[in-house]
């Protein structure tokens, strides 16, 4: 069964100070891993595909790394918009379902 | 941006009662998913579709759960005679099609149901 394990469960960052985001993954064969953005009382909002280790994607401050074990997601100079809880999924090679991680609640002050 | 969408947003049923839940998947998707997520915890996939027919489902969509595409743009989820226990934010998703490239699944905002 495809496990999908996300530390911290909470972090809590000053604006501007840069953190990561752990994604620990156990799969039959990867298709593709997924992160995902997700804001209280909303569906999750689609942040970054994974489908190779050595892979790195980047979308304004956060940029995502992929190797055949985990992920992490880097936040880079943090905003307060950047609060969120961060969904991290796996889908198998020979499957359509994605798994998903319990998530990281991030918490940026200003 | 594509946009997958849901209705109702919110809605509170008696237990015991059917309800059905309507999405509106991104134009030229293929491929189109239930997920619920129970209030704390995590997103729990429910049910695949794919060519008209159900391509995967979870232990969860047992016989009290079907799902239909009725027309070229609408795909309901049907949940009969509901327990206290399917309170859920429900979420619908599409994606284009499976492979190693342009494979992005898309959630809608989600129907958030209430048994009481």
């Known amino acids: 069964e495809d496990q999908v394990t996300q530390s911290p469960e909470a972090l809590r960052l000053q604006e501007g100070e840069s953190s990561s985001l752990n994604c620990s993954y156990t799969?039959?064969?990867?298709?593709?891993l997924f992160w995902y953005r997700q804001d209280p009382g909303k569906g999750p909002e689609f942040l970054f595909t994974?489908?190779?280790a050595g892979e790195e994607k980047e979308k304004e401050r956060l940029k995502a790394t992929l190797t055949k074990k985990e992920s992490f997601l880097h936040i880079t100079a943090p905003k307060p918009e950047d609060s969120a809880t961060y969904l991290c999924?796996?889908?198998?090679?020979?499957?359509?379902?994605?798994?998903f991680g319990a998530g990281t609640t991030v918490t940026v002050r200003a | 941006e594509p946009e997958v969408t849901q209705t109702p947003s919110h809605q509170v049923t008696q237990m015991g009662q059917e309800v059905i839940l309507r999405c509106v998947p991104i134009?030229?998707?293929?491929?189109f998913y239930w997920y619920r997520q129970i209030l704390g915890q995590k997103v729990e996939f429910l049910v695949s579709?794919?060519?008209?027919?159900?391509?995967?489902k979870s232990e969860i969509f047992d016989d009290q759960f079907s799902v239909e595409r009725p027309d070229g743009s609408n795909f309901t989820l049907k949940i009969r005679s509901t327990k206290l226990e399917d309170s859920a934010m429900y979420f619908c998703?599409?994606?284009?099609?499976?492979?190693?490239?342009?494979?992005?699944?898309?959630f809608g905002e989600g129907s958030w149901l209430t048994v009481v």
């Open positions: 998703a599409s994606s284009g099609r499976q492979g190693s490239s342009g494979n992005t699944i898309y």
């Open positions: 799969v039959s064969g990867l298709r593709g």
């Open positions: 994974l489908y190779s």
């Open positions: 999924a796996v889908q198998a090679y020979n499957d359509y379902k994605l798994s």
């Open positions: 134009s030229n998707h293929l491929y």
């Open positions: 579709f794919y060519n008209n027919e159900i391509s995967e």
